[in-house]
C-alpha cells in the first residue's frame, strides 16, 4: 500500500506551474485522471504508465528538487553537470513511478484543503485510501517569485520526504565516491 501510495504522489511531480487559487482543483483532477487511466482494462501497463506520466509530470519542478536532494554538492558542480544530473534524477523519479504503478488496486483520494505555510511556501494534503489503511500524502509547493507560479518541490509520504530521503543517500554515496559515479548510479 505504501508503494501504491509512493506512485500516487510522483504522479503529481513536473514543470507546469499553477497559479495559488488552482493548486487545489487542478491537483484533484491530475489524481483522479490518473486513477481513471489505472482502472481502463483495455491499457496495457505500458500504456497506463505513459498517460499517467503525461497527466502528472507538469507539475514538478525537478530541477529544484534535484538542487535540493544534491545538497551542497549542487554548489561544486558546473552547469553542464547540473543539467545531467537534474536529468537524471528526473529518470529515476519516474522509473519508480513507474514501477509502483503496478501496486494500485482501486483506491480513493480525498483532498484536503491547501494550508499557506509562508508566503511562498503551501502544503496540499491527499488522504489514499484502502481497504486496510490510509495513508497521508502531503505535497509541497514553492512560489517562483519571476512569474508568481507555483511548483511541486518535495512530496511527503507518511511523513517522510522524498527529496530529503535522496539527500541522505547522496550524500553518503559522496563521502566515499565521485559525482561522476553517482550521475552513472542514476
Known sequence: MFKVLLTLCLLTLSTQAVVESQIQKVMDSKVRQVLSVLKKS??????????????????????????????????????????????AFEN???????????LYNNQKVITKPLKKVKSTRITLEN??????DTYKVKYLFFKNTKNSQWYIYDVHLAGVSI????RKQFAS??????????????
Open 163 to 166: 527529496v530529503q530521503t535522496y
Open 42 to 87: 483495455s491499457l496495457s501497463q505500458e500504456q497506463k504508465q505513459r498517460k499517467s506520466i503525461v497527466i502528472m509530470d507538469p507539475m514538478f519542478n525537478y530541477q529544484t528538487m534535484a538542487m535540493i536532494s544534491l545538497g551542497k554538492e549542487w554548489k561544486k558542480i558546473n552547469s553542464t553537470q547540473k543539467r545531467q544530473f537534474t536529468k
Open 92 to 102: 529515476k523519479m519516474k522509473r519508480s513511478y513507474i514501477n509502483k504503478l503496478r
Open 127 to 132: 488522504y489514499i485510501i484502502g481497504k486496510n
Open 173 to 186: 554515496f559522496l563521502k566515499t565516491k565521485s559525482f561522476q559515479q553517482l550521475l552513472r548510479s542514476l
